[in-house]
């Protein structure tokens, strides 16, 4: 009921508005759509541009750690060495 009611209202708004405020609005609308599709890719870049990161993140960590590991067994062939 409430939601007919409200219909036919903006039906009738929309109605009495001048054919150049219509064409207007047509134009703000497609503006708006194209504005809200670039949105999603931005949106979808960004997980994309996150979930690389948090990979590399993980490869620099496993790489840190195996040349911590060469840097005490070079210490240790340095140190038996003098």
Do not use: C, H, Q
Request: hydrophobic residues 50%.
């Amino acid at each position: 009921m409430v939601v007919e009611e409200l219909i036919g209202n903006v039906s009738g708004v929309v109605a009495a508005l001048p054919p150049e405020i219509i064409d207007k609005v047509g134009s703000l609308l497609t503006i708006l759509k194209a504005v809200g599709i670039l949105f999603i890719i931005y949106v979808g870049y960004l997980l994309m541009s996150a979930i690389l990161n948090w990979k590399k993140y993980g490869r620099l960590k496993r790489i840190e750690k195996k040349l911590v590991g060469l840097e005490r067994k070079l210490d240790k062939v340095l140190k038996k060495k003098k």
